[in-house]
């Protein structure tokens, strides 16, 4: 069975930092692109930062210079390091691992952030 667990979301003032980790199990954890997607309400979901399997980042120009993307594929884990928080960055945030190959997608759960006064 997939699981992507997230977590580390939650209430930051702006100009704060948060962390979020996945945790992923179920699935060859290095051989995936991993990613990190937002939805904020009323909106779509959007790609914030994807790290192939070779460590190649990119990332959303509303959040170049402020954010960034690791993994630990010994943990089986990823990271997206938010730093200069702004209230539009307010959303859900959700984990995805892809695999190029089989063209399979996994889904975590989601974590909250908030960014507000």
């Known amino acids: 069975q997939v699981q992507l667990v997230e977590s580390g979301g939650g209430l930051v003032q702006p100009g704060g930092s948060l962390r979020l980790s996945c945790s992923v199990s179920g699935i060859i954890f290095s051989i995936n692109t991993m990613g990190w997607y937002r939805q904020a309400p009323g909106k779509q979901r959007e790609l914030v930062a994807a790290i192939t399997s070779d460590g190649s980042t990119n990332y959303a120009d509303s959040v170049k210079g402020r954010f960034t993307i690791s993994r630990d594929n010994a943990k089986k884990t990823n990271y997206l390091q938010m730093n200069s928080l702004k209230p539009e960055d307010t959303a859900v945030y959700y984990c995805?691992?892809?695999?190029?190959?089989?063209?399979?997608?996994?889904w975590g759960q989601g974590t909250q952030v908030t960014v507000s006064s």
């Open positions: 995805n691992a892809r695999n190029a190959l089989t063209a399979s997608s996994f």
